[in-house]
């Protein structure tokens, strides 16, 4: 049942097409959006604090990024917080655990009656625990759903305040009205969890003092067990449970040496800030975009461009970069289609969420809700 429900909502996001750049070509999604070839976007909207544009593209055979934006009521009870939620959730080895974020993350943050930093720390843990639980159920039939995981990055905006919550490595960054400048300035306000930062491996190495391979620079990338970037994720259940670390798992994801500690983690790592008026938007991304993009370099593109279909545009900038890397024209880029995974050798898969942020709204407008698919 599973299975054919995945397949269902896979379908419209990965059926691959020459990248499309007329605005209005594409068909509408099941759950809005635009659906145009690769691309997934909503140009423009409008959330309670204020408005919005979200792009996405696929680079992966099958698309493993997924997000989603949810406005109005944060809590199934009555009279219960109003505020903006988004989440990018970055797939890997499959598109399974983000689509099952997709899918439950926010429910279950919706099952609270206020909103804080436990709370949303709560709903990740309680996400990771139902996506265990239909590991266990699926484990004869389907291993492969323990080798598969999700970065998490989500971000809320309640009451005037800001939360965001981060496992993995994508990234949520903040434009500051600098009048001393006359700029906005780029502040980042999630924390990564990838090897390929000092802290991260030296948090690794605290953790677990009697491994001496938790890291281990392979290809000259720091890797966790030598097999995976990130330390922190939901889903990669071979790495947690060890009864999962064995056949009929695929024999790539099975370790030489047991463990008997979960080697990553569930729990995000939140910030919480008061929001000011000098606080002029968020961009909210997976890695994808940031390998190609600076914080300040995306921040200075929205400054400089209009609202409507900015998603797009950050996206494409990324795109031009990654296409410049390989000394090749973005035109011949577009071309490159997804079949056999050859795009993916260009660029990963790339979301993009930006909030603009209206200080003098109230928290009252109609409810949004979006997602690529689900």
């Not at 400048?181 to 003092?209: C, D, M, Q, W």
């Not at 990130?230 to 790495?239: A, E």
């Not at 695929?250 to 080697?263: A, D, G, R, V, Y």
């Amino acid at each position: 049942m599973v299975r054919i429900t995945l397949k269902k909502i896979v379908y419209p996001c990965w059926k691959p097409f020459m990248e499309g750049d007329s605005q209005n070509s594409g068909r509408k999604g099941d759950f809005g959006g635009i659906v145009d070839g690769l691309w997934w976007y909503e140009d423009s909207g409008k959330h309670v604090n204020g408005d919005f544009s979200m792009a996405m593209i696929q680079a992966n055979s099958v698309l493993e990024d997924q997000c989603q934006l949810e406005s109005g009521s944060l809590s199934s009870i009555e009279h219960g917080p109003q505020g903006t939620f988004v989440g990018v959730y970055d797939g890997h080895a499959g598109p399974e655990a983000s689509r099952f974020i997709n899918n439950h993350l926010f429910n279950n943050i919706k099952k609270n009656e206020g909103m804080s930093d436990d709370v949303i720390r709560k709903a990740f843990l309680a996400t990771e625990e139902e996506f265990i639980s239909l590991v266990e159920s699926e484990w004869l039939s389907n291993p492969k759903m323990a080798s598969v995981g999700s970065c998490c990055l989500v971000g809320v905006i309640c009451n005037g305040v800001l939360y965001v919550a981060n496992a993995g490595d994508s990234r949520a960054v903040l434009a500051r009205e600098e009048k001393g400048i006359n700029g906005f300035k780029g502040v980042r306000v999630s924390e990564e969890h990838n090897a390929s930062y000092e802290s991260v491996r030296e948090e690794l190495r605290s953790l677990h003092p009697n491994d001496p391979n938790i890291v281990a620079l392979k290809h000259n990338v720091w890797r966790v067990r030598g097999l995976i970037q990130i330390s922190r994720s939901i889903g990669d259940v071979y790495l947690k449970k060890p009864e999962f670390n064995k056949e009929p798992l695929l024999p790539k994801f099975i370790l030489p040496e047991p463990f008997n500690q979960p080697i990553l983690k569930a729990e995000p790592s939140v910030l919480v800030q008061k929001l000011t008026p000098e606080d002029q938007f968020l961009i909210f991304a997976s890695d994808g975009l940031w390998e190609h993009l600076s914080d300040q370099e995306a921040v200075d593109i929205v400054k400089s461009s209009p609202q409507n279909g900015i998603g797009r545009k950050l996206v494409k900038a990324a795109l031009r970069k990654a296409a410049k890397k390989r000394e090749m024209r973005y035109s011949d880029l577009k071309k490159v289609g997804v079949e056999g995974g050859v795009r993916r050798h260009f660029h990963d898969d790339i979301t993009v969420i930006v909030l603009f942020l209206n200080h003098n709204l109230s928290s009252s407008a109609t409810p949004v809700s979006f997602k690529c698919s689900s």
